[in-house]
């Protein structure tokens, strides 16, 4: 027996009575419910297995299929439908229920009468069709004769809590009908029949059903979307730990690439984690640029029920520390997603703080459940459940590690070529697909394994110093380089130009020779001559006390990944065999300015510093700075020995008028002409000075450090800007007291 359309039940969330319809005959004992959901994106399929939980606490047969998994036809023998659908686009339907429909629509639709059906529908009121599909679905059934039992329920983006009052009424009203209902004029307090569910212990409000810790951890979706932004490889290295880390708490890590990610698919999510480093002034990394641009555009989606946490990687040393992650953190809150964890804003040492508030933020994330609820109470409970439980280990080291999902791209690289039987240089380019997340070092591993065995370079862990080599300019550790961070992509493709450090002799192909560093480390003396101090008595002797402040700095100016990448820096290494180079003389000022140095050893450092092969040798830091793989605190503290020596030697008394000029002369032309800067500083009446000195001849005849030919020569006279020829060698023995005109090169840029 079927129901006529004037006997279904009207509710209101807001009302205070429901009122069932009279059942007879067969319908009475049918207790089976056919849950259906229409999903784009998992919202409708996880209130589907939650109203699965619920009705089978209600006495009900529940069978949940997706709208792809039945044929228009089985509708037709279902006693009770409870629909579950969200709306795609334009008002189209989600991509699992467009078959559904269209043959919902076709030639021979199912006759329903005797079906009882309840809709509720997922939207976006931002949108024009504001839930067009769960409307559809709801005339439909209507159209064929199937009973409303409740008012179809139109959900926006905040859809959890009145989704889990419309599953309660439902359910209570599907109960009845398989088990007998009121009388038609029976009147029923909605206290009674809007009741929650029992569930095995407890159930949150609004959330899902948990009967305890093992249920949270084992039911319905446990991802956690963690996206990285990052320049130097720091911060995809962390989220991948913190992939593997996510397991102990009973969550599924999705490890992201920001470059290229798709924004609105976040609101779909349940648990959202970002690990992003800071580039420059307070800039998003390179691979986070869009994803940032977009996320702060109109058409980012909302993220009411995405819970998030926001860890930071930055350099105290710099004005905006951290910016890009406090960025991403106020954007999440104001789109409407809630923040499960303050924000860490980690300095350069991050491992520690980091690893600290990962044991807070991980179980927090993991206390969230598949509907976007948050179970306080079981937080505590998830932290000793992964201190005392180990969830199994893939992988040699413990873990398997995620996939990152991104596509390939394609690549030319060219690479160096040595070989040193027949002392012939080359090079040999190679075309290839590669993944975007590959590192240099993997992108060499790979061409040596399936292109040419005899490719050579130093391999080792991802953040071996030894490795270090040539990348488009940019000298890196290629086991912590991404193939994509390393060159523009351009007609759908990235160029590498792959060298092995310069300043070094090369052995084969990119793999140099250190030992000459190494050499130069151990003339500067590196060991420590202390002098006696007043200290604690311990039961080690006296041990001497520091100010916090002078340990952070001392420390500071070694912390470098790589020597041989501050060594190669340098545009004077090539051109002097005996300069120290930018690494050992960092290193001896940092032992310089150690307050537990003796004065003796202290009074050696400065000998050595100012000497001919010391901070005298370098011309210009700026190729230093531009590296990005050279902290800021190393070419901070060569500055300082630069000045320190140059002041101690008289640079900035006699010599400042000719300082300027030499600077003036190359900031405003790019071009330098030394033999021109004596008439700059003296005016008119140096010509002659220039002509009985023999510089007017030198510099018409190029036996200068600029060079060139006659004409060049000749326009050097002109007033300044002077000479047009390239900026000069750093060293040329036609010019005398060379390390004086070296040390003007590094006035310059102490000054500006």
Not at 77 to 105: F, H, R
Not at 150 to 177: H, M, N, Q
Not at 250 to 278: A, P, Q, Y
Not at 488 to 509: A, H, K, N, T
């Amino acid at each position: 027996m079927h129901f006529s359309t004037c006997t279904y039940s009207i509710v209101g969330l807001s009302s205070s009575w429901i009122y069932s319809p009279r059942l007879t005959g067969d319908t009475m004992s049918d207790s089976s419910l056919l849950i259906l959901f229409g999903s784009e994106s998992g919202n409708a399929e996880d209130l589907a297995s939650i109203a699965e939980k619920q009705a089978k606490s209600q006495g009900l047969s529940p069978t949940v299929k997706g709208m792809d998994e039945i044929e228009i036809g089985d509708l037709a023998g279902s006693k009770n439908v409870l629909l579950y659908c969200s709306t795609s686009g334009e008002g189209e339907m989600p991509d699992n229920a467009i078959d559904l429909w269209e043959a919902a629509n076709g030639d021979s639709p199912p006759n329903l009468e005797g079906c009882n059906f309840a809709v509720c529908a997922l939207g976006d009121t931002s949108y024009e069709f504001f839930c067009q599909s769960g409307k559809d679905w709801d005339g439909w059934f209507e159209k064929q004769g199937a009973t409303r039992v409740l008012d179809r329920l139109d959900c926006d983006v905040e859809y959890d809590d009145p989704a889990a009052e419309f599953t309660a009424s439902a359910l209570s009203i599907f109960a009845s009908l398989g088990g007998g209902a009121p009388e038609e004029s029976d009147a029923v307090n909605e206290s009674d029949a809007d009741v929650a569910p029992p569930v095995e212990d407890s159930a949150a409000e609004g959330g899902e059903s948990v009967g305890g810790l093992d249920d949270l951890l084992s039911s319905g979706d446990r991802s956690l979307v963690l996206l990285f932004g990052s320049q130097s490889g720091n911060s995809e290295g962390l989220a991948a730990k913190i992939a593997k880390d996510a397991k102990a708490y009973g969550l599924e890590g999705e490890v992201h690439d920001m470059d290229g990610f798709d924004f609105n698919s976040l609101s779909s999510k349940k648990r959202v984690m970002i690990v992003c480093s800071t580039w420059g002034e307070g800039e998003q990394p390179d691979n986070a640029e869009d994803l940032w641009q977009f996320s702060i555009s109109e058409s980012a989606s909302r993220m009411e029920g995405v819970h998030f946490a926001i860890l930071a990687l930055g350099d105290s040393s710099y004005e905006f520390f951290c910016q890009s992650g406090k960025e991403w953190d106020g954007q999440f809150e104001k789109l409407g997603a809630t923040r499960a964890i303050d924000r860490l804003d980690c300095d350069v040492d991050y491992d520690a703080p980091a690893a600290e508030w990962l044991m807070d933020a991980l179980p927090t994330l993991a206390a969230v459940d598949s509907t976007g609820h948050f179970h306080e109470d079981m937080v505590d409970s998830i932290k000793m459940y992964a201190s005392g439980t180990s969830l199994g280990a893939e992988g040699e080291d413990g873990f398997s590690m995620p996939d990152i999902a991104i596509e390939a791209i394609q690549v030319e690289a060219t690479i160096f070529r040595y070989d040193p039987e027949t002392s012939s240089t080359g090079t040999d380019t190679w075309l290839c697909s590669l993944s975007a997340n590959m590192s240099v070092l993997e992108v060499l591993r790979t061409l040596k394994m399936t292109q040419d065995g005899s490719l050579t370079f130093r391999d080792g862990t991802v953040d071996d110093p030894n490795t270090a080599i040539s990348v488009n300019g940019r000298l890196v550790l290629p086991g912590l380089t991404r193939l994509d961070s390393v060159a523009p992509m351009r007609d759908g493709q990235v160029s590498l130009r792959i060298e092995p450090l310069p300043g070094f002799d090369v052995i084969r192909d990119l793999a140099i020779d250190p030992w000459s560093l190494e050499r130069k480390r151990e003339s500067s003396e590196p060991w420590m001559v202390a002098a006696t101090r007043e200290g604690a008595q311990t039961p080690q002797g006296p041990i001497g006390t520091m100010e916090p402040g002078a340990a952070a700095k001392i420390h500071s100016i070694r912390n470098f990944a790589s020597q041989n990448i501050i060594h190669s820096s340098s545009d004077a290494i090539p051109h002097a065999n005996g300069y120290l180079g930018p690494a050992v003389i960092a290193s001896s000022w940092s032992r310089r300015n150690d307050p537990r140095t003796s004065p003796t050893k202290r009074k050696a450092i400065d000998e050595m510093l100012s000497s001919h092969n010391g901070i005298k040798a370098e011309t210009d830091f700026a190729p230093i700075r531009r590296q990005s793989s050279v902290p800021r605190q190393v070419s901070d503290a060569l500055l300082e020995v630069k000045n320190s020596v140059m002041t101690d030697d008289g640079f900035n008394g006699k010599h400042g008028k000719h300082v300027w000029w030499y600077t003036w002369s190359v900031k405003s032309s790019g071009l330098v002409n030394d033999t021109v800067i004596y008439r700059q500083a003296l005016g008119p009446f140096a010509l002659l000075g220039n002509l009985f000195s023999g510089v007017t001849a030198r510099m018409v005849l190029g036996f200068t450090r600029t060079g060139g030919n006659m004409f060049n020569g000749m326009l050097g006279m002109v007033a300044p800007p002077a000479g047009i020829g390239k900026m000069p060698k750093q060293f040329n023995s036609s010019v005398d007291k060379h390390h004086e005109v070296v040390s003007i090169f590094n006035e310059m840029d102490g000054r500006f």
